[in-house]
């Protein structure tokens, strides 16, 4: 590499690379430095030369042989980044083809619903779903079956094990979840030249084989880019579970997942221990790391690096 | 040269000048030692003095407080401690003046614990803090908070007149980080009509529970009738949430207990906690008590429950008393209101918790709040690092004001909590002064006034002073959650066992089980609790 090219491409990548050392690596190496220190309740001053090697790694792994209710957080950790990721890719993938099939002002309208809410505040989206769910008669959904006649007694959703709390929590963060995907792959549609389309349609395709043959193979990056991200996202997720688990609305052991067990941790109710969570936290960034990294060698990313034929 | 010489010679009696201003400094310093003899006007005008020396005008403190509406004289108590101390420098002719910054005031006392938690360290929390003292042992061990021991030692008076164990919960490692700011009892409420119905009669029952003659079995015998009865929906009602500090009353009532003071250790009781799940899993699976409870909304079906009258009994907390006369639980006859004081004390009938079982005795457990001062209280004003112990006595004289007796009994009347002094005690059954407050009548700041002006409309009256005064003997009875910095966690794991024995996924025995488990896998917690006891073989509930 020359020395120009090689000035001209720090210049160009020195705040991106400032900003990954700055906001990524930095907190990392810190976290895994306070996973070594008895740090707890804040007090920095005090614990954070308290040097204590791998004790909170062991103390954790001790915990999760030994606590009846572990095994929940990790089938619930399993379950709801494995369905929720379904649901937010394909079912945005949905939206974003059922939208691209009719006119613009009511797509528009239409995508803006399903943006709702992830505009809402957290507190108040959740709070709306809290009231929908109780399981008693104050319940909407209890109350509308049972004015229905379907059942006579108030079902409690979310006190269910395992699958009505899974179910509650998977519904609330894949309604979030799901406009992402829209929105990525609703433009990634609108990039794809008319032309095709109409001349598929010209020759009598229905959408579904337009969608199948022309469409989503075209929009097969997008596709890939959405799923990792995804899946780092839902597996590091926290706070409309915490809201939902705090209110008793979900059965806590199976509305727990590690990134909000690792949060309980921290900063939960009566002693927080940041050292146990900041170790709970780089053995899910571990899996995060090992997670993405298969998905993308599994769906061939690089193939989507290389440089472009012809061009240069 | 000689230019030079000059300048070094100048340059010398300059440093001897300096020097000798900076002395003069240290000795101003040393002039900041005051000594707080109790007498409180003279050790406020001593401070004021010295603050005045320094040229320090205004004193910036900020306080947090937290719990429920009525109970906002945890923060303007400050405030009000604030004027008087004002009032004494200006009537000395001192010049400085104690600004209250910030009244931060949440309702949910565990969250203002984390924030608190969360700021200290970076000296942005407040300079007064008024919490649970189930925190003060962990903010004591961290430094968070301020020992008062010497400073409280001057006012062995004041102190004397607190309540022994209130003085005693505020408390670490026997030094003192605070001073006692309300208690309450927590009774057993029973709805007089719902008695009625089914021929329960209340005549002597407070003595009959003093006396564990009325157990946990009687609760369930008139509970089941009067479901049975139709009289009501359920036979009992209790709080959700952690299962800390209302449902472990059931572990005082088996005659357990909470803590080893030899080893200075937890202590899950394993006969009591097992006869405390029987009882929770006994009402539940009969329909007395709602197996879905611990997920019960307050505000659409706790409180409405009771003030409704669909139960018979209710587990709550003194201050439920005026808060159902100040909130809009009532609906039964359309429109949301709040009960009339006539109608509380019509409607309910309130007595200790009774004991477990024969043999055993009632209880009722406090959750005394303190005010405690930020270790680094004062820190934002001027000079603090020279003038910091002279910050702290003010701020330590700041709390002894606030802690006068009307301060204390307002808040007492006003949110049904109990007091904390013998002074405050005597005051809430004067008749004169409750006018006085009626009409807010009383050497308060106008600030205070206008901020409680409406609670006090809603909540001064007899019937409200009368309960305060019925239910002051429970203290008598009362128990302490152990002071101990791993006690939030095991109160924690009591709450799943309780919910699960509720819901009916787990039977008595089996959830006793899951508490050792649960406790055990946390090597840091096991190292602090010890399980004692067996689950009892032959036990029946309820007993004939």
């Known amino acids: 590499m020359t020395k120009g090219k090689l000035r001209d491409l720090s210049f160009f990548l020195s705040p991106m690379v400032l900003m990954v050392f700055l906001f990524y690596l930095v907190p990392l190496v810190m976290t895994i430095y306070i996973s070594m220190t008895r740090m707890r309740n804040w007090n920095v001053e005090r614990y954070l030369t308290e040097f204590v090697g791998l004790y909170n790694y062991e103390r954790l792994f001790y915990m999760f042989q030994h606590d009846p209710t572990f095994k929940a957080v990790i089938m619930t950790t399993l379950v709801f980044v494995g369905i929720t990721l379904v649901i937010n890719v394909f079912g945005g993938l949905a939206l974003a083809l059922a939208t691209f099939f009719i006119n613009e002002r009511p797509a528009s309208s239409y995508r803006l619903l399903w943006l709702l809410p992830r505009m809402s505040p957290i507190a108040v989206y959740s709070l709306v779903w809290y009231y929908f769910f109780h399981g008693s008669e104050i319940g909407t959904l209890n109350s509308i079956l049972m004015s229905l006649g379907f059942i006579s007694q108030p079902i409690p959703w979310g006190q269910v094990t395992p699958w009505g709390a899974w179910s509650v929590i998977i519904f609330v963060n894949g309604l979030v979840g799901v406009s992402f995907g829209m929105i990525v792959f609703t433009s990634a549609l609108n990039q794809i030249p008319k032309e095709l389309v109409i001349a598929a349609r010209v020759d009598g395709a229905s959408s579904w084989q337009i969608s199948r043959r022309i469409l989503i193979p075209m929009i097969k990056w997008h596709l890939l880019y959405v799923l990792t991200w995804q899946f780092l996202s839902l597996l590091t997720t926290y706070p409309h579970l915490f809201l939902l688990v705090q209110w008793d609305l979900v059965n806590r052991d199976y509305g727990t997942t590690l990134a909000l067990y690792v949060f309980n941790t921290a900063f939960g109710r009566g002693e927080q221990d940041q050292g146990l969570a900041a170790a709970a936290a780089v053995i899910l960034s571990i899996i995060g790391i090992l997670g993405g990294f298969v998905t993308l060698k599994v769906l061939k990313f690089e193939r989507m690096m290389k440089k472009p034929r012809g061009d240069f | ?544």
């Open chain 2, 1 to 544: 040269m000689r230019a030079a010489a000059l300048w070094l010679v100048a340059l010398v009696i300059f440093g001897v000048v300096a020097s000798g201003c900076i002395g003069g400094e240290e000795a101003k310093t040393s002039q900041a030692e005051v000594q707080l003899t109790g007498d409180f006007t003279k050790d406020v005008v001593e401070i004021g003095k010295v603050l005045e020396q320094n040229g320090v005008k205004e004193v910036k403190f900020s306080a947090w407080g937290s719990g429920d509406p009525n109970s906002v004289m945890r923060v303007y108590g400050i405030v009000e401690a604030a004027r008087r101390i004002n009032k004494i420098w200006a009537d000395n002719g001192i010049n400085v003046k104690i600004v209250v910054t910030e009244t931060h005031y949440v309702a949910s006392f565990q969250d203002a614990y984390k924030e608190y938690l969360s700021k200290q360290p970076l000296g942005q929390a407040g300079d007064f803090f008024v919490n649970s003292y189930a925190f003060l042992p962990t903010l004591a061990d961290e430094g968070y908070i301020l020992d008062i021991t010497d400073y409280a030692k001057a006012y062995q008076s004041v102190i004397d007149d607190f309540y022994p164990s209130l003085i005693e919960a505020s408390k670490y490692n026997g030094k003192l980080y605070g001073l006692p700011q309300d208690t309450e009892a927590r009774p057993l409420y029973i709805r007089k009509d719902v008695a009625q119905k089914i021929g329960f009669d209340l005549n002597g029952l407070d003595e009959k529970v003093k006396n564990g003659e009325f157990t946990w079995s009687d609760v369930y015998y008139w509970a089941k009738k009067a479901k049975d009865e139709g009289a009501a929906e359920w036979g009992l009602i209790h709080r959700k949430g952690s299962a800390h500090p209302d449902l472990i009353q059931f572990i005082f009532a088996f005659g357990g207990k909470l803590y080893d003071p030899n080893t200075g250790k937890l202590v899950v009781d394993v006969p009591a906690v097992y006869k405390w799940l029987y009882v929770e899993w006994k009402f539940a699976r009969d329909g007395l008590l709602p197996g879905d409870i611990m997920s019960w909304d307050w505000a659409k079906q706790i409180h409405p429950t009771v003030v409704e009258g669909r139960t018979l009994f209710d587990i709550g907390g003194t201050w439920y008393w005026t808060e159902w006369q100040t909130k809009q639980y009532y609906a039964k006859e359309g429109t949301p209101r709040g009960l009339k004081p006539e109608e509380v004390r019509d409607w309910f009938c309130y007595t200790l918790f009774p004991a477990g079982e024969k043999g055993k005795e009632p209880v009722t457990l406090s959750q005394p709040f303190v005010w405690m001062i930020n270790s680094k209280a004062g820190q934002l004003n001027p000079k603090y690092d020279e003038l910091k112990d002279i910050y702290h006595k003010l701020a330590f004289l700041m709390l002894i004001k606030a802690s006068d007796p009307d301060i204390n009994a307002i808040h007492s009347v006003i949110s049904a909590h109990l007091p904390v002094r013998k002074d405050a005690a005597k005051l809430i059954k004067d008749e004169k002064w409750l006018n006085g407050l009626k009409a807010l009548n009383l050497d308060l700041s106008d600030e205070v006034k206008s901020n409680i002006g409406d609670i006090v409309q809603a909540t001064v009256n007899p019937i409200n002073a009368q309960f305060l005064a019925d239910v002051s003997y429970m203290l008598e009875y009362t128990h302490l959650a152990p002071a101990h910095p791993k006690y939030p966690a095991l109160a924690d794991i009591f709450k799943e066992a309780v919910d699960k024995v509720l819901r009916g996924e787990m039977t008595p025995e089996e959830a006793v089980k899951y508490i050792v488990q649960k406790v055990q896998a946390d090597p840091e917690l096991a190292q602090n609790v010890e399980i004692q006891g067996e689950i009892p073989k032959d036990w029946k509930f309820p007993q004939g």
